[in-house]
């Protein structure tokens, strides 16, 4: 077993995610503590560019697996890379983001590898064995605290639940890996993504999110959900009960069955607080709740409350935003 720490370091546009990021501050932290050298791996065509931004990171060590088949969502492909590299490297432990790639290269490089998985960690502590990983049971209700024996240790990361601090630049030793899929037979392969076009943060990712609900009453006032969100730089959330309803996609779905969410400031508009949807956002660092229901189950995670309609809420806050901001 080596003594390196691997970071799966995702990347859109010719950037890293804001969740590498944080994964790569978790990374050096936990390196730090237990003497160990904090990679990074690199997955898909024309990774070379950003080899530039992980050195001015303070990335000491850098994988690079460029190929075509490895950029997108092509899961399978993924797998099978990291896959071949830990079974050469033997690294120790490896961390990536709790989003659609974690969620779904984690458990098969888990498998592929014969170790153990803590998906969604909020927290990592030094246990007398070696690392501890915190992570929700319950649909949110409780915490359990894990332990794993085998090597490499994989764990997802859920977005913004952590902080780390860049590391110094430095001039990090390159690794390049040409042929990791050569005997790999894939059986599904994603040509192209279709993106939808807007300027608001990715849910996932956002810093300050406003979710609307029922409360909301109708589509068409969710354009008061978006003109603040668009004022505070928000991402835009819905219960499921809204997407349920076809007022909103899916994709901006917060909850159990939907994304799970840790922003800085959470608002939520016209939600009264079922359990799937507290599942999705109730690690938010400050929440806000409108409600007119004066013992909607919202108010009790909630660190401030109005009781009040959504929508005549919503324009006084909007308007009391922008005048702030000039």
């Known amino acids: 077993m080596s003594k390196e720490l691997w970071v799966i370091a995702e990347h859109t546009e010719g950037r890293l995610r804001k969740v590498s990021h944080m994964a790569l501050g978790v990374g050096r932290a936990v390196a730090g503590r237990f003497g160990l050298t904090c990679c990074a791996v690199l997955l898909g065509d024309g990774a070379e560019p950003l080899i530039r931004e992980l050195a001015a990171c303070g990335t000491e060590k850098i994988y690079v697996a460029d190929d075509s088949s490895l950029s997108g969502h092509n899961y399978e492909a993924c797998t099978a890379a990291v896959s071949a590299l830990a079974v050469g490297g033997k690294p120790a432990v490896i961390f990536m983001g709790h989003n659609s790639l974690g969620k779904n290269m984690a458990p098969r490089l888990a498998q592929r590898l014969g170790v153990g998985l803590v998906s969604d960690c909020v927290e990592i502590d030094n246990g007398e064995d070696g690392l501890l990983f915190k992570r929700p049971v319950y649909s949110g209700k409780a915490f359990a605290w894990i332990r794993l024996t085998g090597r490499p240790a994989i764990a997802t990361l859920r977005p913004n639940a952590f902080t780390g601090a860049a590391g110094a630049p430095v001039r990090p030793e390159v690794a390049r890996h040409k042929t990791l899929l050569a005997a790999v037979r894939m059986r599904s392969l994603v040509r192209e993504l279709a993106a939808r076009a807007g300027t608001r943060p990715a849910l996932a990712e956002a810093d300050i999110v406003v979710s609307g609900g029922r409360g909301m009453k109708s589509a068409a006032n969710f354009a008061l959900i978006e003109e603040l969100a668009d004022t505070i730089g928000a991402a835009v959330g819905a219960s499921r009960a809204v997407v ?83």
């Open 244 to 326: 349920d309803a076809g007022w909103r996609n899916y994709g901006d779905q917060v909850g159990q069955t939907g994304k799970v969410i840790s922003p800085s400031l959470y608002f939520a508009f016209g939600i009264s607080g079922a359990l799937q949807h507290i599942a999705g956002m109730s690690s938010s660092k400050v929440i806000i709740a409108v409600d007119k229901n004066p013992e909607a189950n919202i108010f009790k995670i909630a660190d401030y409350g109005i009781v009040a309609d959504a929508l005549e809420v919503l324009p006084v806050l909007t308007a009391e935003f922008k005048r702030l901001r000039g």
